[in-house]
T-cell receptor
Framework: GIQVEQSPPDLILQEGANSTLRCNFS?????LQWFHQNPWGQLINLFY???GTKQNGRLSATTVATERYSLLYISSSQTTDSGVYFC???????????FGKGITLSVRP | NAGVTQTPKFRILKIGQSMTLQCTQD?????MYWYRQDPGMGLKLIYY???????DKGEVPNGYNVSRSTTEDFPLRLELAAPSQTSVYFC??????????????FGDGTRLSIL
């Protein structure tokens, strides 16, 4: 199956800093999603981005499908951005997703 | 519009007991999924369904069963609980009708401990 690697595994930021989170995958995909798991365990879908670039407020994401990676950008980080960020990819029908192990982000005031 | 609702939120089971984790969605989504998340790990797919009456195994189906009698409900059953099934369980749904790959929406999870 597809392998998903996320880096770095842990990230500590000062409030207001910018960051880039990376997701590499081992095969062609037709589905890629970024999720944020908050400290209460809830999973929030940030982006559905199998290719191209999207922006939502301080967050943006870019997927370069031909080179098998995706980047999540967080600008002007806030303490509420803390949590775990997951990249998940799918390669066939049925929307089955394979998740990476996540990136733990801590934003300090 | 509640989205994806999971019950219960927490449960403690003894080894060998059985239980059903409930999942319901009110978005008329065809696709539904069950994942488990172990500490420090990503989510792994247990079972999924592409519509009422249709289910299929995911990556880690052993020890679980599912059914999909309606579009809204997708219960997950543990028949003989084992300590290895201690985990947080997430249910998700997506539109996936004529377009098979769509954003997945998650419930808040069920934290299950087997003692």
């Amino acid at each position: 199956g597809i392998q998903v690697e996320q880096s770095p595994p842990d990230l500590i930021l000062q409030e207001g800093a910018n960051s880039t989170l990376r997701c590499n995958f081992s095969d062609s995909v037709n589905n890629l999603q970024w999720f944020h798991q908050n400290p209460w365990g809830q999973l929030i879908n940030l982006f559905y981005i199998p290719s191209g670039t999207k922006q939502n407020g301080r967050l943006s994401a870019t997927t370069v499908a031909t080179e098998r990676y995706s980047l999540l950008y967080i600008s002007s980080s806030q303490t509420t951005d803390s949590g775990v960020y997951f990249c998940a990819v799918g390669a066939g029908a049925n929307s089955k997703l394979t998740f990476g192990k996540g990136i733990t982000l801590s934003v300090r005031p | 519009n509640a989205g994806v609702t999971q019950t219960p939120k927490f449960r403690i089971l003894k080894i060998g007991q059985s239980m059903t984790l409930q999942c319901t969605q009110d978005m008329n989504h065809n696709y539904m999924y069950w994942y488990r998340q172990d500490p420090g790990m990503g989510l792994k797919l247990i079972y999924y369904s592409v519509g009422a009456g249709i289910t299929d195994k995911g990556e880690v189906p052993n020890g679980y069963n599912v059914s999909r009698s309606t579009t809204e409900d997708f219960p997950l059953r543990l028949e003989l609980a084992a300590p290895s099934q201690t985990s947080v369980y997430f249910c998700a749904s997506s539109q996936g009708q004529t377009i098979s790959n769509q954003p997945q929406h998650f419930g808040d999870g069920t934290r299950l401990s087997i003692l």
